[in-house]
């Protein structure tokens, strides 16, 4: 198919809204510092920056929305991995744990990482929500008080489940869990005539995927808010026991180097920065923090992952990327025994493969000469649950941007390997020729019973596995207790007036599941009722 062709023929939402009037700033363009004011300032315009940002706009509020990344639309997307994994990600896709053994992949642009996830929108699961009513004391989190939202923002994302048959990449777990007596469902994805290129890691070059970055940011600036982009917010403007937004610099095209100064207030600032950059502003900002609690229990639903070699061509890199999941073993031993996992399948791009799938020399060049036959395989590893799994921390470089250290301990080996063997098992069932767990010394076997007898052998030293993640959850959790929480369970902080936080990065624990519908029903009901004080 060709490129331009796909890029001529669609309308650029933001073209056409930019030359309407939209407002916009460029930091990278900046000549002379900005200065901005409005009743509200949302930080990210991600799931929750986004979701909030339409909300306050609709109430009549005077909202500036604030993107550290760049403003990519439908006319920039050429569905070529090495332009967006540098353009469309956080440290062009080189973040990751201080130790390495985590590859960690979060969208930097307009939109957030709506903009370059693979759509699967699941609700909170009910295991979850009941876990954070009974042990961590959120109130309205119940099954019953989050359906609504849940329905609000699926109608207005237009979720559902995906119509068209899987593509073979997703079908091996649909045969292989069917051969073997375990549940499989098909996945609600947020598209409207989705053309099934399956490059939406890379940016939906027709707007089909209905992320924040043509849906809620669109709206927003429709009904007269503002947005900068490229626009990194270095601290909150704190005044006694009250923040009054933000001063911040613009960043060059090259998302490093400073520009010019950017100071927005604000009447209410929320924060919807993400599980790691949200603690790192307020780290930055030497908030108030008397229990020791910012950038505490951060998850990432580590995910280890298979490979398996097909006789038939799987041609992994057509087609929506995740259609078919399993939760089977996500809740089997309860939500206190050891660590669930969702399986799922990632997109088999040919940059992407090459860069996670591991191996050497004429192994690695071999294992890339059959990415036509290729199936890959991951596990979602819920974390958080159990004393065994508190999760990670940010913290501060030395160039006061955020990172991570996060532990791969005995608790999450063992789902590791458990993993591995049980994504073995579905791709044998399935029909694969030969199976290897993603890990530097891993080979292909070519029957079960072999590949579990490898897995048992190999060495679970981190940067031996490869785990990753694209779902960083916590590390500003909610609760009503200030002793052991950041946020109420409505987002407002609990040490400051005038800031709310609104974001995945207020979850307790790991959710279980692909986190954009759980932010998008949660900070619905959030804004919702904050945007109704703001008005009084």
Same mark, same amino acid.
């Given at each position: 198919?060709?490129?331009?062709?796909?890029?001529?023929?669609?309308?650029?939402?933001?073209?056409?809204?930019?030359?309407?009037?939209?407002?916009?700033?460029?930091?990278?363009?900046?000549?002379?510092?900005?200065?901005?004011?409005?009743?509200?300032?949302?930080?990210?315009?991600?799931?929750?920056?986004?979701?909030?940002?339409?909300?306050?706009?609709?109430?009549?509020?005077?909202?500036?929305?604030?993107?550290?990344?760049?403003?990519?639309?439908?006319?920039?997307?050429?569905?070529?991995?090495?332009?967006?994994? +540098?353009?469309?990600?956080?440290?062009?896709?080189?973040?990751?744990?201080?130790?390495?053994?985590?590859?960690?992949?979060?969208?930097?642009?307009?939109?957030?990482?709506?903009?370059?996830?693979?759509?699967?929108?699941?609700?909170?699961?009910?295991?979850?929500?009941?876990?954070?009513?009974?042990?961590?004391?959120?109130?309205?989190?119940?099954?019953?008080?989050?359906?609504?939202?849940?329905?609000?923002?699926?109608?207005?994302?237009?979720?559902?489940?995906?119509?068209?048959?899987?593509?073979?990449?997703?079908?091996?777990?649909?045969?292989?869990?069917?051969?073997?007596?375990?549940?499989?469902? =098909?996945?609600?994805?947020?598209?409207?005539?989705?053309?099934?290129?399956?490059?939406?890691?890379?940016?939906?070059?027709?707007?089909?995927?209905? +992320?924040?970055?043509?849906?809620?940011?669109?709206?927003?600036?429709?009904?007269?808010?503002?947005?900068?982009?490229?626009?990194?917010?270095?601290?909150? =403007?704190?005044?006694?026991?009250?923040?009054?937004?933000?001063?911040?610099?613009?960043?060059?095209?090259?998302?490093?180097?400073? &520009?010019?100064?950017?100071?927005?207030?604000?009447?209410?600032?929320?924060?919807?920065?993400?599980?790691?950059?949200?603690?790192?502003?307020?780290?930055?900002?030497?908030?108030?923090?008397?229990?020791?609690?910012?950038?505490?229990?951060?998850?990432?639903?580590?995910?280890?992952?298979?490979?398996?070699?097909?006789?038939?061509?799987?041609?992994?890199?057509?087609?929506?990327?995740?259609?078919?999941? +399993?939760?089977?073993?996500?809740?089997?031993?309860?939500?206190?025994?050891?660590?669930?996992?969702?399986?799922?399948?990632?997109?088999?791009?040919?940059?992407?493969?090459?860069?996670?799938?591991?191996?050497?020399?004429?192994?690695?060049?071999?294992?890339?000469?059959?990415?036509?036959?290729?199936?890959?395989?991951?596990?979602?590893?819920?974390?958080?649950?159990?004393?065994?799994?508190?999760?990670?921390?940010?913290?501060?470089?030395?160039?006061?941007?955020?990172?991570?250290?996060?532990?791969?301990?005995?608790?999450?080996?063992?789902?590791?390997?458990?993993?591995?063997? &049980?994504?073995?098992?579905?791709?044998?069932?399935?029909?694969?020729?030969?199976?290897?767990?993603?890990?530097?010394? +891993?080979?292909?076997?070519?029957?079960?019973?072999?590949?579990?007898?490898?897995?048992?052998?190999?060495?679970?030293?981190?940067?031996?596995?490869?785990?990753?993640?694209?779902?960083?959850?916590?590390?500003?959790?909610?609760?009503?207790?200030?002793?052991?929480?950041?946020?109420?369970?409505?987002?407002?902080?609990?040490?400051?007036?005038?800031?709310?936080?609104?974001?995945?990065?207020?979850?307790?624990?790991? =959710?279980?599941?692909?986190?954009?519908?759980? =932010?998008?029903?949660?900070?619905?009901?959030?804004?919702?009722?904050?945007?109704?004080?703001?008005?009084?």
């Amino acid at each position: 198919m060709n490129n331009k062709i796909i890029v001529k023929d669609i309308p650029d939402i933001f073209r056409a809204g930019m030359a309407g009037g939209w407002i916009t700033y460029n930091g990278a363009s900046l000549e002379q510092p900005l200065t901005l004011e409005c009743d509200v300032l949302v930080i990210g315009t991600g799931a929750g920056g986004g979701t909030a940002a339409e909300i306050f706009a609709n109430q009549g509020l005077q909202v500036v929305m604030l993107e550290e990344g760049p403003l990519r639309s439908s006319n920039d997307f050429d569905m070529q991995e090495n332009k967006a994994y +540098s353009s469309l990600y956080q440290e062009g896709l080189t973040r990751g744990t201080a130790d390495g053994a985590f590859a960690i992949l979060q969208g930097r642009a307009v939109g957030g990482s709506t903009t370059v996830n693979w759509t699967a929108s699941f609700r909170t699961p009910p295991q979850t929500l009941e876990h954070w009513t009974r042990v961590h004391g959120l109130k309205g989190f119940t099954e019953a008080e989050m359906t609504p939202w849940f329905e609000r923002m699926e109608q207005r994302l237009n979720i559902s489940k995906w119509q068209q048959a899987p593509n073979a990449n997703n079908n091996v777990i649909a045969k292989g869990c069917e051969r073997l007596g375990y549940e499989w469902d =098909i996945i609600p994805r947020n598209v409207s005539g989705c053309w099934n290129l399956g490059y939406c890691g890379t940016g939906c070059p027709t707007n089909a995927k209905q +992320s924040m970055l043509v849906t809620t940011v669109p709206a927003a600036l429709a009904k007269g808010a503002q947005l900068v982009h490229r626009a990194r917010a270095h601290q909150l =403007i704190i005044d006694g026991d009250q923040v009054r937004g933000i001063s911040g610099y613009g960043l060059a095209e090259n998302g490093i180097d400073r &520009t010019q100064p950017i100071e927005v207030r604000a009447r209410h600032t929320v924060m919807a920065c993400g599980g790691i950059n949200g603690p790192g502003l307020l780290l930055r900002s030497n908030a108030p923090d008397p229990h020791n609690r910012i950038g505490k229990r951060t998850f990432l639903h580590p995910v280890p992952a298979t490979l398996a070699d097909f006789p038939e061509r799987i041609d992994g890199f057509y087609g929506a990327p995740q259609s078919v999941y +399993s939760d089977h073993f996500q809740w089997r031993d309860g939500v206190a025994g050891p660590a669930g996992f969702k399986v799922e399948v990632p997109p088999m791009h040919p940059g992407f493969v090459a860069s996670i799938g591991m191996l050497h020399g004429e192994a690695h060049s071999a294992q890339m000469n059959r990415l036509r036959h290729l199936n890959m395989m991951i596990a979602l590893i819920r974390d958080g649950f159990v004393e065994q799994s508190p999760g990670g921390e940010v913290f501060l470089r030395d160039d006061e941007l955020p990172g991570i250290h996060y532990e791969i301990n005995d608790y999450l080996r063992e789902a590791i390997v458990r993993a591995w063997k &049980t994504m073995a098992e579905i791709q044998f069932a399935a029909g694969a020729n030969a199976v290897r767990p993603v890990h530097s010394m +891993s080979r292909y076997q070519t029957n079960l019973a072999d590949t579990v007898a490898h897995i048992e052998q190999l060495d679970l030293a981190v940067n031996q596995m490869r785990v990753g993640s694209a779902h960083v959850m916590g590390g500003c959790a909610m609760g009503e207790d200030p002793a052991t929480s950041v946020v109420d369970s409505n987002g407002k902080f609990h040490h400051l007036e005038g800031l709310h936080i609104m974001d995945g990065s207020t979850f307790p624990t790991s =959710i279980g599941a692909n986190p954009q519908l759980s =932010i998008y029903g949660m900070v619905a009901r959030q804004a919702t009722a904050l945007g109704e004080q703001l008005l009084v």
